[in-house]
């Protein structure tokens, strides 16, 4: 069976002030060109469909939209499962309906676990679906009371599972979980405030396969057959030199596995450039993609009038600067203990001086700075204020 892997949408996302819907609508469409060049027989989503869970209008279009191609247009069969920034209940609305036009959608936990067979030329596969849920949900809806952190209702999921899987058939889980010794990143809302949000690899030992969601870097686990497909965009500055992908996943009649990682390309590129600020403005004239999504780390140590605004005239779709020379030397003056309300005029520039370029201003430059300060009092003076 071919299955392709999928998850970490993020629908509605803005990335600094940026709508996010059109390029993931971008990427969308190359999935389905890889459903239909691949020939999958399942697509699975395993989870954070959605960047929010009171999402806005485009991002509901834009999932309806692509449910209907991969269902209609290209006929698969799809799994659909909540993780921890979707709304269940919004999510898994019309799932009854749906499941018998082969999408399964869950967005609320179940207890046991729903099993969805599907069958290929070497028999069946049993797939289970398992929607991100709090220990507590678990907990209410097992009736084990032992259940206080995501292991624990990860180990009650699993055992209840075992106790009916099938050993001679090939057996898949889809959840949403930070499993121990994930690669994490910035852009990933924790999955548990307060104690422990991870769970136990051992906990798929019995899957032939296990798909994840949540991690947003694409990767396998070398103990037993757990992935992460990632996010499909870049969505912080972390993720900028990731290879965004989907991965093709191949179960043979024993139910041992191979993959590929199929890329996806961007609408625009998600990068950065470094460097001085007349540097980068003079360079920007030979880039021929200015229109990409752009962090600027400028190496400038004196201050910048309207830099955000010089830089987008050239790249308009710019993200965001970072300063860290300059910020080196706002930190260290911070911890130094010096309260520059205190200061008068002229001590004031000279410590700016001093923090922005590393040395103590000399006589010429004190002298000029005394002349500046008194032309400014005089004008003062003149127009009375």
Known sequence: MRILHTSDWHLGRIFNNIHLTDDQSYVLDQIKQIIREYNVDLVVVAGDIYDRAVTPPEAVTLLDNTRNDFLIDCQKNVIIISGNHDSPDRLSFGSRLFAHHGLHLFGNFQY????????????????????????????????????????????????????????????????????????????????????????????????????????????????????YSGSILPYSFSEIDHQKSVTIIDLDASGNY?????????????????GLMDTILRDSARDTSPDDYILVRLEDTVPILDAIGKLRAVYPNIMAIERPGLEAIITASRKSGIDHRTMTDDDLFKAFYQEVRGEAMNDAQIEFLHSVFESMQNREREVGS
């Not at 191979?258 to 470094?274: G, M, N």
Request: hydrophobic letters at 35%.
């Open 112 to 227: 046991p676990v729903p099993r969805i067979t599907l069958s290929d030329t070497y028999g069946n596969v049993h797939f289970y679906a398992v929607p991100f849920s709090e220990p507590s949900i678990v907990r209410e809806r097992s009736g084990k009371e032992v259940i206080r952190e995501h292991n624990d209702a990860m180990i009650t999921i699993a055992e209840s599972i075992t106790e009916t899987i099938i050993d001679n058939e090939r057996n898949v889980f889809c959840g949403h979980a930070f499993v121990q010794g994930g690669i994490i990143q910035e852009s990933e809302r924790p999955i548990s405030v307060g104690g422990s949000g991870s769970v136990d690899i051992n906990n798929f030992s019995r899957f032939n396969c296990t798909l994840l969601g949540h991690l947003h870097k694409a990767q396998w686990f070398s103990a037993f057959p757990v992935h």
């Open 258 to 274: 191979s993959y590929e990682y199929v890329p996806l390309t961007p609408r625009f590129a998600f990068r950065s450039i470094t």
